[in-house]
Structure formats: structure tokens, C-alpha cells
């Protein structure tokens, strides 16, 4: 069964920086595609950014309002996916999900993670 | 930047009435577009990939149509679980876009 496990989530204020993690399970997941896909409060979902497998030369691409500030980068030994988070705004404010990617969309998904920037 | 747009926003329905929600793009791309469910407090749960491919285990009355800028997901007879809120999402050069959703709600 695969499962996807996201930690690291909290309050943290403007211009701060959180670590969040994405621990994968049931599945080969050196050769998945992962993305990181965020939800603010009563709103909808917007794609933050994705990394593709060490074989496809672990390319990552970003969504524009994270570009920058956001890094995405994976530990296969460890099957776990990272999104470092710098200079926090309160529009980062949401609930982050870690999901796979087949057929250029999103197949499984973890349960989330409340990332608060608040002063 | 491809832009999506869900018709309509909320949609008032009963159990056992066809329905039918409809994502429009800014522009043309290929037929990578997706259909989620999403129920509150929960992960959103694809439904629909390629346009057309239901995904393993979802029930057959949903269906994924459509092409270019204009798709549409049915639900050929709301059941009762079906009441959620539904995004369709497309892959462009690089980038992943949701629309902005549709609420599909009680009568």
C-alpha cells in the first residue's frame, strides 16, 4: 500500500524558514516523480514544484511565487522528500500535501501538513 | 502561464441527477488534464487522468471528456458520497495548474 507521510508543519513567522518532509512508502520511490501541492485555508489548490527521478537527472521545476525561496530535493536511501521553506510570507500560509506523479498528474497523496506564517 | 477556469463555481443537485462540470483553458495544450475529488479535511483523490482514463477503482459514472480548451467530468448519477468539491488540474511545459474548483452540494 503506498502511503506518504508529511512532517515539519507549524507556526512560524514572516521571513522565517521551516523544513517540511514527505517519508514514501509501498512503492519504488527512487523512480517517482514528486511533487509538493499546497491548499490556503478555504481556498484551492496550487502546485508549489516537483522533482523528477535521479534518472530523469532529478530535474526540478517551481511554481513562480515559490521560485526562489522554496527548494525541493529528495533522499532516495532514505525515501523521503524535502521542501525547505525561506522567507516565509503569510500568503504561504496552507496545508502542504506531498503527492506521486504518473500520467502528468497526481496519483497518491499524503494526508498534509499546516504551515502558519504568522507574526 | 495557462490559465484554468471551472463552470460553474457551485452546483445545487440531487441524488440521481446527472452532472456535468466544465474546465476551460486560456490555451490549447495536450490532453494532460485531471479530474480530483476532494471531501473537506481530506487529500484531494484523482478521479480522472489523460481527460478521459478513470482511474483504477473509481466508480463508472464518472467520466472525463473533452479536448483542446473545453473538458468536461459527468457524474452520470449522483450518489450520495459524490457530494464534494471537484478541480480539474492540466500539465503544460513544466508547469501544473488547478482550476479553481466546483462545489457540488444538496438540493
Known amino acids: 500500500e503506498v502511503q506518504l507521510v508529511e512532517s515539519g508543519g507549524g507556526l512560524v513567522k514572516p521571513g522565517g524558514s521551516l523544513r517540511l518532509s514527505c517519508a514514501a512508502s509501498?512503492?519504488?520511490?527512487?523512480?517517482?516523480?514528486m511533487s509538493w501541492v499546497r491548499q490556503a485555508p478555504g481556498k484551492g489548490l496550487e502546485w508549489v514544484g516537483r522533482?523528477?527521478?535521479?534518472?530523469?537527472?532529478?530535474?526540478?521545476d517551481y511554481a513562480a511565487p515559490v521560485n526562489g525561496r522554496f527548494t525541493i530535493s529528495r533522499d532516495d536511501s532514505k525515501k523521503t522528500l524535502y521542501l525547505q521553506m525561506n522567507s516565509l510570507k503569510t500568503e504561504d500560509t496552507a496545508v502542504y500535501y506531498c503527492?506521486?506523479?504518473?500520467?502528468?498528474?497526481?496519483?497518491?497523496w499524503g494526508q498534509g501538513t499546516l504551515v502558519t506564517v504568522s507574526s | 502561464d495557462i490559465q484554468m477556469t471551472q463552470s460553474p463555481s457551485t452546483l445545487s443537485a440531487s441524488v440521481g441527477d446527472r452532472v456535468t462540470i466544465t474546465c476551460r483553458a486560456s490555451?490549447?495544450?495536450?490532453?494532460?488534464l485531471a479530474w480530483y475529488q476532494q471531501k473537506p479535511g481530506k487529500a484531494p483523490k484523482r478521479l480522472m487522468y489523460?481527460?478521459?482514463s478513470l482511474e483504477s477503482g473509481v466508480p463508472s459514472r464518472f467520466s472525463g471528456s473533452g479536448s483542446g480548451t473545453e473538458f468536461t467530468l459527468t457524474i452520470s448519477s449522483l450518489q450520495p458520497d459524490d457530494f464534494a468539491t471537484y478541480y480539474c488540474?492540466?500539465?503544460?511545459?513544466?508547469?501544473?495548474?488547478f482550476g479553481p474548483g466546483t462545489k457540488v452540494d444538496i438540493k
Open positions: 490555451q490549447t495544450f495536450s490532453n494532460w
Open positions: 488540474q492540466q500539465y503544460n511545459s513544466y508547469f501544473f495548474t
Open positions: 509501498g512503492f519504488t520511490f527512487s523512480n517517482a516523480w
Open positions: 503527492a506521486t506523479e504518473s500520467y502528468y498528474a497526481f496519483d497518491y
Open positions: 522533482i523528477k527521478s535521479k534518472t530523469e537527472g532529478e530535474t526540478i
Open positions: 489523460r481527460a478521459s
